[in-house]
């Protein structure tokens, strides 16, 4: 076990950049960024001689991003181990990530490409720089303690997010106790007027407290030199882990159910808004409450399900996450009414803490004893992201050929269906080096 030092500068990274999937994945941009990208009156958008719906369009986008991500992240994880700079790597998406949050705060209807490459952007630094923060957990935590730091580092990142969320929550319902001039405004046009500064405050927050992190934390040493080179090391690395993977099956039907899940997740966390605006007509101020309501319910979810597991353990835990999970979006197909919004969002609320803490411990968990931590969550988070990618796109062909998202949520619940029955394969009870009763 490391430092206590240590452990707070680990956290603090969750507190600090929870502020862009919240902020900017979830609450402010998507709503900002179907109001912006229109044909007037039109949800559908033109680009290189196409049209698209907005949401479509920002699936791709992100599922864009993501890919990107998968093909970086073996050569600089590899780079990472190899050379014992994981720390500057973090920082270094951290910078990237928070610049291109702040860029966004340009993004007009007349310039839809740099709008969705700052998106983009964004997207790829938060991204990327969780393949190094997930690296650490093995370096700082035991495993018999790394379910209860993994949910308190989510649990961190929660609270933080939220108390930022909060404080433009307020702005855009009383800009006038704020002293901003806004009194003849419409809700709407209060929104459009704040979300860009918004913006720039998610930017500051993220890479301002991620300071405390980069003091805490320090450079791992090289694990190797002069054996391969240096921009092959992370592909070599990937190919060892693929390696032993074969000789751990359970490792290996962990990674397929992952992946399998990861794409109902991720795209519901990434989709919910838009869904809650086009297909409920939901107004600026109830999809950030609905947020909102998912944060706070998601910080006793994360602490609910790491007490379930080591009761249980993780396989039954997360088996029971995912089964709420299938019922979420067999709700979600028939839901008409913000009341049954809020509800289908409290489930959310409760699952989402729960799945994403218990993922990333249970992998960890599994890890055989190695020094290439990066280079083994290089290859989780290519997992996670291969999830992404093919939950997005999916996500939005057939909003794109159907014209509505209820369309969408069947394949999520497919997803969902397969990494449970795969999960299952699991036994309930391991050793506890790996998965605790």
Known sequence: MKSKKQLRGWYFYDWANSSYPL??????????????????????????????????LYSYAIALSYFIVSCLTPLLSGIADYSGRKKDFLRGFCIFGSLSCALLSQFTSTNLVFGLLCAMGASIGFSGSLVFYNGFLPEIAPPEDQDKVSAKGFAMGYIGSS??????????????????????????????????????????????????????????????????????????????????????????????????????????????????????????SDLITTVLIIQFIAIAGSYLFSALSARFGNIMSLSLTLCIWIGVCLGAFFINTITHYFIEAAFVGLVLGGIQSLSR???????????NHASYFSFYDICEKIGVVIGMFSYGWLTGITGSMRNSIVALVIFFIAGLVLLLFLPRYQDKQYISP
């Open 361 to 371: 411990s249970t992998y960890s968990k599994f890890l055989p004893k190695t020094h």
């Open 23 to 56: 902020v900017i994945n979830t609450a402010i941009f998507p709503i900002y960024y179907a109001a912006v990208a229109k044909t007037g009156d039109s949800d559908y958008v033109n680009l290189f001689g196409h049209s698209f719906l907005n949401s479509e």
């Open 163 to 284: 108390l930022l969320l909060i404080s433009i929550l307020a702005i855009i319902m009383k800009p006038t106790f704020f002293g901003l001039p806004m009194q003849e405004m419409s809700e709407a046009q209060i929104f459009l007027t704040i979300a860009p500064y918004s913006f720039i405050a998610v930017a500051l927050w993220w890479f301002g407290f991620a300071h405390i992190t980069f003091a805490a934390l320090d450079n791992s040493p090289p694990t190797q030199k002069n054996t391969v080179s240096i921009l092959t090391a992370g592909f070599h690395e990937l190919k060892n882990v693929w390696n032993e993977i074969q000789c751990q099956p359970h490792l290996k039907i962990f990674l397929a159910s992952f992946t399998l899940y990861s794409m109902g997740v991720q795209t519901v966390i990434l989709m919910a808004t838009f869904f809650g605006e086009q297909e409920i007509g939901l107004q600026s």
